[in-house]
C-alpha cells in the first residue's frame, strides 16, 4: 500500500514559479513510477509530468516543456514538480499517482496508476 501527500500549491504570480512535493510512504517507494496530473474546473484530469523508478526517464506534456521540471528523492521518498510560469487561468488541481511499474510506456494514461494523492490547488494571479 502506497499512501501519497501533496504540498506545495497556493497563489502563483504571473511569470512566477511553483514546487509542488509529493510525500509518499511504503518500503518500495524507489520500485514506483509516478506521475503528475491536473484538473482544472469542468475538465479531466489530464497528464502532465511523470518519472521513472530511478529518476533517468522523464516525460512531460508539450505544453510545459522546458517550465517544468520532474525529479524524485529516494532517501525522503518525495517526488517534486518545480513549475515556472504555470499557466493558470482558473484554479487547478495537481494530482500526484503511483504506478506500481518501475517503468510505464502509457506513463500519460490515468489508468495506469494505482494510488492517488488528494491534490493540492494551484491558483494562477495575473
Known amino acids: 500500500q502506497v499512501q501519497l501527500v501533496e504540498s506545495g500549491g497556493g497563489l502563483v504570480q504571473a511569470g512566477g514559479s511553483l514546487r509542488l512535493s509529493c510525500a509518499a510512504s511504503g518500503r518500495t517507494f524507489r520500485s514506483y513510477f509516478m506521475g503528475w496530473f491536473r484538473q482544472a474546473p469542468g475538465k479531466e484530469r489530464e497528464f502532465v509530468s511523470a518519472?521513472?523508478?530511478?529518476?533517468?526517464?522523464?516525460y512531460y506534456v508539450d505544453s510545459v516543456k522546458g517550465r517544468f521540471t520532474i525529479s524524485r528523492e529516494g532517501n525522503t521518498n518525495t517526488v517534486y514538480l518545480q513549475m515556472t510560469t504555470p499557466e493558470h487561468e482558473n484554479a487547478d488541481i495537481y494530482y500526484c499517482?503511483?504506478?506500481?511499474?518501475?517503468?510505464?510506456?502509457?506513463?500519460?494514461?490515468?489508468?495506469?496508476?494505482?494510488?492517488w494523492g488528494q491534490g493540492t490547488q494551484v491558483t494562477g494571479s495575473s
Open positions: 518519472i521513472n523508478w530511478n529518476g533517468a526517464s522523464t
Open positions: 499517482a503511483a504506478a506500481y511499474y518501475a517503468s510505464l510506456t502509457l506513463y500519460a494514461k490515468a489508468d495506469q496508476y494505482a494510488y
